[in-house]
């Protein structure tokens, strides 16, 4: 990865290569940036950057050996750690090595812009949540204490860092505090809250902003040879999310569905006297999966921040067309100022209490009711 192939995020990389140029490359950082703005695809370019043999003027040259080696994620001196699970293959006490190859396989498939839900999926272990185990904070250690191979730093690149469970990250504290010479540790993150704060308090933070619009827009046009209208679209949907943009792109499908869903779900929510529909709605929910939940609730969000715009009058900047339009129009005279901040704040809470393993059917059976309460009260307000 070099840094011309990262989208946006050119402060970041000033940043970054200010440090190495004034020598006081941290040697525990942290990358904080939430899904889609490319903390791990900067973590590696760094990593590339740092130790090819040939720097140019702010970029890897990505020809030399040391670049050719990062290039196949598989360099002597890198090394990655990451969530994983139980899955067909392995069928316990599972850790980063034993996942090596796959994970290289969908570095490669994504373009190092990586996903939890797409980590998972390539791995096929549907619902399951992967952690980062203590075995594997005992191979970083062991790693650790050779020297490097070939390369002026040993990286380690320690990916979802949130996942980090406590006695992982306990066995690492010392490491992260003072790891031994010419070793680079890269943490990236896309949560801070979920850090624990021994390891937050080590590491020094680099913040990795959401891609801003105009970048994401020529990456559309570059990386996925979309139109200039297309492109802007998509652009100002995926909110500085490059993965959102494109799964937009790619996935018209999984839209479809979430759309289809959504639309149904708020019908319930405004018929609350279907009560059985909307238990039998929930029960369902609950049995999809995380991701499929956590998808279908930020469509949710996006589908009210529409709603927004068409109450701003901001017609041209609605994205939604078809069927999709049709509902955003019906929808929009209940949205308001007032409870889109609430209807936000549910969303966004439901999709980080599902991260934390909170009880589906629980979560949406209460997320439902407050949302029948909230379109109860604009209906009320609505006929004043
Ligand atoms: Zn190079």
Redesign the pocket.
């Known amino acids: 990865m070099q840094f011309k192939q990262i989208i946006g995020q050119k402060k970041v990389i000033e940043r970054l290569l200010s440090s190495y140029r004034e020598n006081r490359v941290a040697h525990t950082q942290l990358f904080l940036g939430s899904e889609g703005t490319g903390a791990f695809a900067l973590a590696l370019a760094f990593a590339?950057y740092i130790n090819?043999?040939?720097?140019q003027e702010g970029d890897?040259?990505?020809?030399?050996l040391?670049?050719i080696k990062f290039k196949n994620f598989a360099h002597p001196d890198l090394h990655f750690f990451f969530p994983t699970t139980t899955n067909d293959k392995v069928k316990k006490d599972p850790k980063s090595e034993l996942f090596l190859d796959e994970f290289r396989e969908y570095l490669a498939k994504s373009d190092t812009y990586i996903t939890q839900r797409g980590w998972y999926e390539h791995l096929k272990v549907g619902n399951k949540q992967g952690s980062i185990f203590v075995r594997d904070a005992s191979d970083v250690i062991a790693k650790m204490s050779l020297k490097p191979y070939e390369a002026p730093y040993k990286i380690f690149i320690i990916w979802m860092a949130e996942k980090l469970n406590v006695a992982t990250s306990n066995k690492l504290l010392k490491t992260f505090e003072e790891p031994p010479e010419n070793t680079i540790i890269i943490l990236t993150a896309e949560r801070y809250e979920l850090l624990l704060p021994t390891v937050r308090s080590r590491a020094q933070l680099i913040k990795v902003p959401k891609i801003n619009t105009e970048d994401l827009e020529e990456a559309l046009k570059d990386k996925l040879q979309l139109g200039n209208d297309r492109a802007k679209e998509i652009a100002l949907l995926s909110s500085g999310n490059w993965n959102l943009a494109r799964d937009l792109v790619e996935n018209t499908e999984d839209v479809q569905a979430n759309f289809v869903a959504f639309r149904q779900w708020l019908r319930y929510c405004f018929k609350p006297e279907d009560y059985t529909k909307l238990n039998k709605f929930n029960t369902d929910l609950a049995r999809v999966g995380r991701e499929k939940q956590k998808a279908l609730l930020n469509y949710g969000l996006d589908m009210v921040h529409q709603c927004m715009l068409h109450n701003q009058n901001h017609r041209e900047l609605v994205m939604k067309d078809g069927e999709e339009l049709d509902f955003s129009l019906k929808l929009a005279p209940y949205i308001n100022t007032h409870n889109q901040e609430e209807i936000y704040r549910l969303l966004n809470e439901a999709v980080y209490h599902i991260e934390r393993n909170a009880h589906p059917s629980i979560l949406f059976t209460d997320l439902s009711f407050k949302l029948i309460d909230i379109f109860r009260a604009a209906r009320t307000k609505g006929k004043k």
Do not use: D, L, T
């Open positions: 590339q090819c043999e040939q720097k890897s040259c990505g020809i030399c040391s670049c």
